[in-house]
């Protein structure tokens, strides 16, 4: 049998076929996870983060932290000493691996904690305290190696 203009369009399209099955049957498999559970809660209350995150920038905040070997140090600075609040680990690849942690400055601006549950890969860190009923916000996407 001789190969015409027809068998070759009968093989584009079976081929053009069979990837898009392959594609279907990859992208079925993808984790499919919500960054929250409560997404619809923290949307209408967006104006509050904003408000805090404007407030971080007046007050010249200056967040500082680092992260090294499973040890976590922060320093808020002098003017916000006495500050309370939570730090927020975010794993965008892997829901089950975020984590809350709350934390309090000393006189000095500094706290330091051991949090061993920093994994290899992407983090999205986000930093909210208080002072005097003041709310602050500060965020970071953050590498760990």
Do not use: C
Not at 48 to 62: F, G, P, S, T, V
Not at 69 to 85: E, F, H, I, R, W
Not at 110 to 122: D, E, K, N, R, V
């Amino acid at each position: 049998m001789k190969f015409n203009w027809g068998h070759g369009i009968a093989l584009v399209l079976i081929i053009f076929a069979a990837s898009i099955l392959v594609f279907v049957f990859v992208a079925s498999k993808q984790k499919n996870e919500l960054v929250t559970e409560k997404y619809y809660e923290k949307a209408v209350a967006y104006q509050q983060r904003i408000d805090a995150e404007k407030n971080a920038l007046n007050q010249n905040a200056d967040v500082k932290y680092n992260i090294s070997s499973g040890q976590l140090m922060l320093t808020l600075g002098k003017s916000m000493s006495n500050a309370n609040g939570t730090f927020q680990f975010y794993k965008p690849d892997n829901a089950g691996k975020d984590f809350n942690t709350l934390f309090q400055v000393n006189d000095t601006g500094f706290y330091s904690a051991t949090i061993p549950q920093l994994t290899h890969g992407q983090w999205k860190v986000n930093v909210s305290w208080n002072i005097d009923s003041l709310e602050y916000f500060y965020e970071k996407k953050i590498f760990i190696p």
